[in-house]
């Protein structure tokens, strides 16, 4: 089964505007964490966020902003104010607890195309 | 403080030469972890290495690949003879301890293999 799925292959959003990218996840484990990562057109992988399964609260890092929903297992990313440097891939990935806590599962990532 | 440096960052290799993809690890860290993107999909996992140990190879293909990760020198990821099918981009990521709780993987920059 699917650990990560990101449901919108493709969005596009006007510049200055927010957009939300979606991502659910599938653990019956405790303990995990939730990351979001960006993809340039140039190729790395740029980690923007991260969101723990005991944190009270979303977590925020600057334009990037996490909604968590535990019981309906989400953890969408909240771009506000899009930029066109912001046009990218965008990957979900979710590390769980126990003996294989150092493994990423990634979604297949979504493409943000900002337009001006 | 140099983050993860992968080389080369482009190799292009013919049906059935070798290819060997290079990882230095950020500085003082001494786990490493390979991941695979094909093509329109997200990264997943193919081996974990500490110095001198493979700790968990479950998501590298039976044969013809093969991981390393000396005491001295960079970790290593080997496809012999390579086919049209291994042509992806590989990124190693590196972290100090084990991965656990909050504690991101660094991502190199990528190696993109391309097999004619």
């Known amino acids: 089964a699917q650990k990560i799925t990101q449901t919108q292959p493709g969005m596009f959003v006007q510049e200055k505007e927010a957009v939300t990218l979606d991502c659910t996840y599938d653990?019956?484990?405790?303990?995990?964490?939730l990351f979001w990562y960006k993809q340039p057109s140039s190729g790395e992988m740029i980690f923007l966020i991260y969101?723990?399964?005991?944190?009270?609260q979303n977590a925020t890092e600057g334009r990037y902003s996490l909604n968590f929903q535990k019981a309906r297992k989400s953890a969408n990313l909240v771009i506000s104010a899009s930029q066109l440097g912001d046009s990218a891939m965008y990957f979900c990935?979710?590390?769980?607890?126990?003996?294989?806590?150092?493994?990423?599962?990634f979604g297949a990532g979504t493409t943000v195309t900002v337009r001006a | 403080n140099a983050g993860v440096m992968q080389n080369p960052r482009h190799l292009v290799r013919r049906r059935g030469q070798e290819a060997r993809l290079r990882c230095s690890p950020m500085?003082?860290?001494?786990?490493v972890y390979w991941y695979r993107q094909l093509p329109e999909e997200g990264l997943k996992f193919m081996v974990y290495?500490?110095?001198?140990?493979?700790?968990?190879e479950s998501g590298m293909p039976k044969e013809r690949f093969s991981a390393e990760f000396p005491k001295e020198g960079p970790s290593i990821l080997r496809i012999q003879q390579v086919v049209r099918g291994d042509s992806a981009a590989y990124f190693c990521?590196?972290?100090?301890?084990?991965?656990?709780?909050?504690?991101?993987?660094?991502f190199g920059p990528g190696t993109r293999l391309t097999v004619l």
């Open positions: 990521a590196s972290s100090q301890d084990r991965v656990a709780s909050y504690n991101e993987q660094f």
């Open positions: 653990t019956s484990d405790p303990s995990y964490g």
């Open positions: 969101q723990g399964s005991y944190d009270q």
């Open positions: 990935a979710m590390r769980e607890g126990g003996r294989n806590d150092y493994k990423l599962s």
């Open positions: 500085k003082g860290h001494s786990h």
């Open positions: 290495l500490q110095k001198e140990n493979i700790i968990d």
